[in-house]
């Protein structure tokens, strides 16, 4: 389990609104991208935040229930359906690392990359690995609800509990993830626009950490922080590998130009509720 050589930084949890939190891993690509240090972090969304991906038809969205129940609506970089991201029950990750330190193999990468993730579940006594074979989807606009993939979605006793995602800029390989701690069905789906899936059904697609261990999320959160830092350990070990900051932060430059990317993208309304062709 091995993270590619070089400068590394390990940012931990922090609590920014979902807009911020994709501003902040395009941001980590783009340093990633000029040689800054590559960046692992773990962070938690607040308030809840429904994520869209990129290429999502906004008219799946119940965006009165949204603004009712307090959650963020925000897009995405990476494709996929959207998520609810509930501040309690998802733990967040992202890597953000020079393109030329991964495969170009998107398979292959998923796996570099997953490695942390599959150690995080094992640090918690969760039997978590890929999902061994395509399971058909129940409805298309929820990323917990599509098709499960070999590549990069995540089973535990049969059901859902991870699911990872990539970009890719010419210089830059950003993957991001959600991790489900605990499942709150009703809220998720009420996010979408008359979804033809009932909550029971949604359970046993998805299962939650606190199922299956007897952990509180500050456990999870510990346990991916370690892994994702052994990681990037093993890597960075040898002499001259690289260097590895366990205790990271943004500095003031990247805050600045997240700031920007919010209120460009990650909060307007002309992005975030867009479709694909109309997009810049």
């Known amino acids: 389990m091995t993270a590619p050589e070089g400068d590394w930084r390990l940012i931990r949890e922090e609590r920014r609104s979902g807009p911020m939190q994709m501003a902040l891993d395009e941001v980590a690509g783009e340093t990633a991208s000029e040689g800054g240090p590559a960046t692992v972090r773990t962070y938690r969304w607040e308030p809840s935040c429904l994520t869209l991906g990129y290429g999502q038809d906004p008219d799946t969205v119940d965006w009165a229930a949204c603004e009712r129940a307090g959650v963020d609506v925000t897009r995405r970089r990476t494709g996929g359906g959207g998520i609810r991201h509930d501040s309690h029950g998802d733990v967040a990750y992202s890597i953000a690392v020079p393109a030329d330190d991964v495969p170009g193999k998107l398979l292959d990468a998923y796996h570099l990359l997953c490695e942390p993730i599959l150690d995080a579940f094992a640090r ?117 590998a690289g260097s590895f ?35 810049e």
Request: glycine fraction near 6%; charge should be negative; hydrophobic fraction near 40%.
């Open 245 to 279: 900051d366990r205790e990271g932060s943004w500095a003031d430059a990247e805050l600045e130009r997240a700031h920007e990317l919010v209120e460009e993208r990650y909060r307007a309304d002309d992005w975030v509720r867009s479709r694909p062709n109309d997009r």
């Open 124 to 240: 918690l006594g969760i039997d978590a690995d890929y999902v061994g074979e395509a399971v058909p989807e129940l409805y298309h606009p929820a990323c917990y609800l599509r098709e499960l993939h070999p590549a990069h979605d995540v089973v535990a006793v049969g059901r859902k509990i991870a699911g990872n995602a990539q970009y890719r800029t010419r210089d830059a390989v950003v993957q991001h993830g959600s991790l489900s701690f605990s499942v709150d069905a009703e809220a998720h789906l009420d996010a979408f626009a008359d979804p033809p899936v009932e909550p029971e059904t949604f359970r046993e697609r998805v299962v939650g950490m606190d199922e299956l261990a007897d952990v509180d999320r500050e456990d999870a959160v510990t346990a991916v922080e370690a892994s994702l830092a052994a990681w990037v350990e093993a890597g960075t070990g040898q002499e001259g």
